[in-house]
């Protein structure tokens, strides 16, 4: 988590410079109302992103926080309250004022742009961290998760890739692994026209029931091979396996921004992605991944009202 921070201390110590140091800072309150075939909420959240640049190297990082109250959350009804925190941070060459490197989070969260900056460009990586809560019997599936941004950005356009998995690994020690929403990855085009900011990708989303470790595993069809031995899960929620593959759809302006996604929750799809990174790594048995069962539609669509903030005037 230092790492993170010591991006945005960076990246807000650039007024106390002059000459070859330029930076910025935005920040944003949002409200969120999320409609989909597997949540349905309120979603109350808080976007922080900051960009430092020296002569040709820049640095920019973001914190995006989230609380939601939720009808329905991973497909299942149950009244209560999820949150999640994260946190990225990118070094890179280049000069990022038009602060494209906002749209790059997992999360929730409302993107920053300056449509004013018209030829900057930014080739980067960086780490991105995030912490997942939840209350009620959806306790259990709370996790953290680590994993890797890469960005580049050319004038107005910006290409980006953000993957990350549970981890169970200094500083994210003690959280578990292969629970709750154990992977997600987006690579996305994001490009400003005038004052509108526009933006596609492809995404991936897993989430997996919590391993009993101490029930011995069982024969069971984890994939069209043959049959293996799979972990048994805890109760309740034991059968809960998604793997959403999705298109996403953006669209943003000052007053108001969407996100669309539609695609496919497909069990044999997860079962593959899961054995390859097992399979691969030694971790046996596999999870009771479903795969006799067909896939179902996906979707989520998140209206976004942000009220921003330009910390620089």
Known sequence: MRFFILIL?????????????SGTLNGAFTVHILLGTQEKAFNFGVSIFGTSTYK??????????NI?????KYGVYQG??????????????GKNANL????????????????????????????????????????KFQNKQGGLILRFSDKQ??????????????????????????????????TIKNDELFGVGIGLDMFTPEADYGVAPHSHI????DTRLVLVNTKPYDDLFHLNLFSSFVY????????????????????????????????????????????????????NVPFNTNFNE
């Open 157 to 190: 356009n910006s290409v980006a890739f953000n993957m990350v998995n549970d981890v169970n690994a200094r500083p994210f020690s003690k959280s578990g692994t292969d629970k709750g929403n154990t992977a997600r990855a987006l690579i996305s085009y994001t």
């Open 68 to 72: 939601s109250p939720f009808f329905q």
């Open 222 to 225: 984890n994939s069209e091979e």
């Open 56 to 65: 040709s190297t820049s640095v920019e990082g973001g914190i995006n926080i």
């Open 252 to 303: 943003q302006n000052d007053d108001i921004s969407f996100d669309g996604r539609f695609g496919v929750d497909n069990y044999k799809l997860g079962a593959l992605v899961q054995n390859i990174i097992h399979d691969n790594f030694g971790l046996y048995p596999r999870f009771s991944w479903p795969v006799t069962q067909k896939g179902r539609f996906y979707s989520l669509l998140d209206f």
């Open 9 to 21: 201390l960076f990246c807000c110590t650039f007024k106390g410079f002059s000459g070859d140091f």
């Open 80 to 93: 209560n309250f999820a949150g999640s925190m994260e946190f990225f941070g990118l070094i890179g060459y």
């Open 100 to 139: 494209l490197g906002s749209n790059v989070g997992l999360t929730r969260h409302t993107a920053f742009y300056d449509y004013t900056k018209t030829h900057n460009f930014f080739y980067g990586a960086g780490l991105v961290a995030v912490l997942n809560q939840a209350t009620g019997n959806l306790k």
